[in-house]
């Protein structure tokens, strides 16, 4: 177990769980946004890396690529108009989106660097953030360039600021792609990275006193 992560992730999840986000801010797009964020993009990868996980070998190697599909259809989901409604009308409502983005979240960070020494394993946590972070690039910029809103038809408050409904969700969009897109691209390339570099080390020619 590593504490700091751990203890910074769980931090995290508090202050957006009992923040003024998912509160006073609720009705804001842009709210639910940056919560949403918060627990898959920062929160979920710093619990994951804290907890002792023990999947290592025993895990099956597509398994990342699983998860990704499930937080797509997470993601996705969650995001269509009547979804929203629902996360922004009631708190059982709001538990269910929030637990959701947790779950999915954790499922996907836990599995894709659980085992990141094995190449298979490394390999397909490296495709399953990669394409997580192609699907929410997409759905950032549908929701930042959509000509009408989608939620909403009024004015809200986010952070101080009052927001029309057009504004609330291209600034949304713009945090999608801001935080998410780019978190999951960076935790791709790293895997990426651990793969070459591994490559490297074994396809360096030994030397003659290793023989010896």
Known sequence: MKPIPLAIGTAVLAMVWFGPLLDQWRGAFTAGMVAHM????IASPLIAIGLPWRFGERMPAALPVLASLFELVAVWGWHAP??????EASVPGTIAEQATFLFAGMFLWSTSFAAPESRPHAATGAVALLLTSIHMTLLGALLALSPRPLYGIGEVTCFGVAL????????????????????????????????LYARQLN????????FS
Not at 82 to 87: C, G, L, P, T
């Open 82 to 87: 009547a979804m929203r409604e629902i996360a």
């Open 38 to 41: 918060a627990v898959v993009a």
């Open 164 to 195: 029309d409904a057009g504004q609330d969700q291209q600034l949304g969009g713009v945090i999608m792609l801001a935080v998410g897109a780019m978190v999951y691209l960076l935790g791709g390339i790293s895997l990426v990275a651990r793969l």
């Open 203 to 210: 396809t360096k020619p030994q030397r003659a006193d290793q």
